[in-house]
Every structure is written in C-alpha cells, then in structure tokens.
C-alpha cells in the first residue's frame, strides 16, 4: 500500500477512464481528485496540492503536453505522468523530456500503480518531506544526495551539489556571487572569485541538457534560479 496521505489528481477526459484509474489508486490507499479537462486540471494543480499528477495526453481542449508546459512555467514542479495511446520512439522522447514518466495505453492498472510508486519515490515521497526540494521541473533530494530534472538523472559533484542547493533555497531571488562564495565555499575562502562563474557554467551546462536554463545571469548582481521569460 502508498503511504497515507499521497495525493494523485487524475486527469482524463473519458469518465470510464476516469472511474477507472481513481477507483484503483484509492484501493492502492491514494488520496485521488480527478479533473475532465486541461483547463480544468491548470484551476486545480497549485502549488504543493498534490504529489503526483496522472494527465491524458490526448484532450480536446487543451493537450496533456500543454498542460504539463503550463505548469512547470508556472513553478508548480509537481511529477507528472503521461498516459497515451501515442507510441513513437519520437513521442516517447517528447513526453519523457517533459514528464517524469510516459505510460502508453492499453496497460495494465498493477504496471501503472507500480509505475507511479516508483515516481514518486525517485522523487523522494518518502514520509521526509524536508528531504526534499523542489523548483519547475528540478527536483533534488538532499538526503539521499540525487538530483532529476524532468525525471532525468542528474550526477552532480560534491561543490555543484551545494551551488544548487543553495540556489534552490533562494529560488527567483538574485543571489550575489560573493553570497555564494561565502555560504557553499568558506567565509574564509581567498582563492579566485570567479569560481564562481566556472561552477555556474558546470551546473548550467548539466542542467540545460533536459530543458530550458534554469539559472540566470544578473549582470553586475549575481545569479537567480528561475524560469526563461516567454
């Protein structure tokens, strides 16, 4: 059984699908909303309401992709999975650059419950939710030392770990590099300051290979994690 307490918001524009999927996560011990539509889906999914969304990729008003775009451009970095009757290498490679996961229909109710378990453990939904943080779709587990981006494994080094961790801690704030050298280097530190800089560019260029930059040049000030302007 789930861990009480974890909330699905199952979103699919068939009732029989529905019905279907929210009936057999309850009985797994999911605490399960469902939304008809993406609109409906954007008005439900805030900021920290749910562990994990279940989105149909195919709906008339707005497609799951768009959906799950919405989202993460609104700084909701909630987990996504995809179910889909597309099953192209190339739409498999789309949906798994977006979301943490891509089911492709028909399956069977056990692969998609074992799939969403194994989501939402990667993702550390493991009762220790300071273990866990959280920015779009970048998600680093500071106890267990892991970072993903759109469900992607990220290996980071020991310093670019507590550059990021650091960043996450003040998401959307610009953070000056001389901040940054105190807090993840040493207040003691008498090296080169544009170290800084070359730690920057690590992280961008490991962070950037699963999706738009996260982390941003202020020129003059510092550096501010947070998403592109559209």
Not at 91 to 109: E, I, N, Q
Not at 111 to 116: H, P, T, Y
Request: one cysteine or more.
């Amino acid at each position: 059984m789930s861990s009480e307490g974890e909330r699905v918001l199952v979103v699919d524009d068939e009732p029989f699908i529905r019905d279907l999927l929210s009936a057999a996560l309850r009985f797994e011990g999911f605490d399960v909303e469902v939304a008809g539509s993406g609109r409906e889906a954007l008005q439900l999914a805030q900021p920290g309401r749910y562990d994990l969304v279940m989105l149909d990729v195919m709906m008339p008003d707005l497609e799951g992709t768009e959906v799950c775009r919405r989202l993460r451009e609104s700084g909701v970095g909630v987990p996504v999975v995809f179910l889909t009757a597309r099953d192209s290498t190339e739409d498999k490679v789309l949906g798994l650059g977006m979301a943490d996961d891509y089911v492709t229909k028909p399956f069977s109710l056990e692969e998609l419950v074992a799939r969403v378990r194994a989501v939402l453990r990667r993702v550390g939904h493991d009762g220790s939710e300071e273990s866990e943080m959280r920015y779009a779709d970048l998600v680093m587990n500071v106890e267990t030392h892991e970072v993903w981006r759109a469900g992607r494994s990220i290996d980071l080094t020991a310093t670019e770990f507590r550059l990021l961790q650091y960043l996450l801690e003040h998401p959307r704030r610009v953070v000056p590099k001389l901040e940054i050298l105190d807090h993840v280097w040493d207040y003691s530190f008498d090296g080169d300051p544009n170290i800084v800089e070359t730690y920057i560019s690590y992280l961008r260029k490991k962070l950037d290979e699963s999706g738009p930059s996260l982390i941003h040049t202020v020129r003059g000030v510092g550096y501010s994690l947070r998403l592109p302007k559209s």
